[in-house]
């Protein structure tokens, strides 16, 4: 008796419910409590969303080039008093059109006044730097006034040219080893999440700067291969667990593929967060002393995409990659076939040739039967036996046969 009642004590923490556990502990202990796969069209749902507001953007509002693609003029001289609207006025006065941007560099002494225009020739920048001098007489570090302290350089519409096609080599060269090494490391079911995963980190960041107007610099680009990098990071995590728990799963009938994988999203929760608030918190402080200490416009650049891009990656490797495997693993028939089985053997009054879909999305109506207590063990006994049990816990078995087996 004491084991019985003991085995039924531990059969019935097991399945409690997640209104019956703490959150924290929900989330540390990785129980798989946090129905994500099996709630995956909300998911598809919010993800289309953005995508769609990426795209729009894009095709509407384009991007904010820096010089550096786009090719133009940038004239610098210290700051001292100057307002940026005063070198703004000043410019066009002298040109006869407005400058693309003013910006302020540096903080400070040090700080430094910043114009960037389209190209202009020899004698428009003469012009300009005369005009500025007589305007503001600038001095330089050393207190010498003098129109050398104002500086200009100039880049060609051909440099950008060729800045933009390394950019785009390099990318379709990452994107093309990542794919052989997914290719090779895992299924191919695993690449394909994988390498569409990145294609939706790349088009929504893409389109968050093009929504905001963030200004797309070389340190832009570089910041983009590294969130990439961290995103197929965050996904290869929780694919590897999605991997051991799987392992051999068409031999087993205690859950179901899409319950396993969405078991491994639970177990890879905490380290996903951790990963991503560790990965924040230095480009936070890059950001800091990007902005408010040195005013170094690429230092700038470079952590604002890190920074949108880890938000993005961290999103897609728990919300979108792992339900797009159990999409694609449920159109096969080894997947279809264990569901039906697993579905079978708990009673389910889910037909034979039912799809194996039923297993996540239409399966949550009989999950939140199952948490509510229903089966063959509830007080009425004309409840249907629950198609699966909470997420992650050992599904109850019939009272009937277990007490049998005892016997």
Known sequence: MTDSTGAGAAEATETAGPSQRGFLSRLYTGTGAFEVVGRRRLWYGVSGVLVAIAVVSILLRSFTF?????????????RGSVQTAQVSEVFRKALGKDPESVVTVGKGDSATVQIRSE???????VKLRAALFD???????DGQSGKQVISDSAVSETWGGQITTKALIALVVFLALVSLYITVRYERYMAISALITMVFDLTV??????????EVSPATVIGLLTILGFSLYDTVIVFDKVEENTQGF??????????????????TFMRSINTSLISVLPVLALMVVAVRLLGVGTLKDLALVQLVGILVGTYSSIFFATPLLVTLRERTELVRAHTRRVLRRRGSDVPADAPAGSSGDDAEVRATRSASG????????DSPAPSKPAPGARPVRPTGKRNAGRK
Do not use: C
């Open 66 to 78: 820096g010089i550096d693609f786009k090719g133009g003029t940038t004239v610098s001289f210290p």
């Open 119 to 125: 190209t202009l020739n020899n004698d428009q920048t």
């Open 135 to 141: 305007a503001f007489h600038p001095k330089g570090a």
């Open 205 to 214: 960041t893409a389109g968050v700067y093009s929504l905001v107007g963030f």
């Open 250 to 267: 068409q031999h087993t009938t205690r859950r179901t593929f899409a319950e396993q994988a969405n078991l491994a999203i639970n177990q």
């Open 374 to 381: 229903a089966g063959p063990d509830s007080a009425s006994g």
